[in-house]
């Protein structure tokens, strides 16, 4: 059994920030790729920005140079700093996690969600 906990959205003002965290518990042996994912109402969820174990790092091109994926290994957590936030921005909020079980099987799968909501 793994588990992802997300934590840290809320209601910010346009041009503000948030940092979103989400730790991976459980039946864990290794994470490779930690993501964000997005979903606003009527649109399809989308990649935000994802992380590899080597700590190479991809984002859409929407939050680039606003948004920073870090990961911490030791306490298996991925966060999401996310800097001038524009109205566009408000969705909820998705951690995923690609992983080996101590059963050495492939794990893929997702946090509960955080809202997020910027206001103009």
């Known amino acids: 059994q793994v588990q992802l906990v997300e934590s840290g959205g809320g209601f910010v003002q346009a041009g503000g920030s948030l940092r979103l965290s989400c730790a991976a518990s459980g039946n864990i042996f290794s994470i490779n790729t930690m993501g964000w994912y997005r979903q606003a109402p009527g649109r399809q969820r989308e990649l935000v920005a994802a992380?590899?174990?080597?700590?190479?790092?991809n984002y859409a091109d929407s939050v680039k140079g606003r948004f920073t994926i870090s990961r911490d290994n030791a306490k298996n957590t991925v966060y999401l700093q996310m800097n001038s936030l524009k109205p566009e921005d408000t969705a909820v909020y998705y951690c995923n996690a690609k992983l080996l079980t101590r059963l050495l099987s492939s794990w893929n799968g997702w946090g509960q969600g955080t809202q997020v909501t910027v206001s103009s």
């Open positions: 992380i590899t174990g080597g700590s190479s790092t």
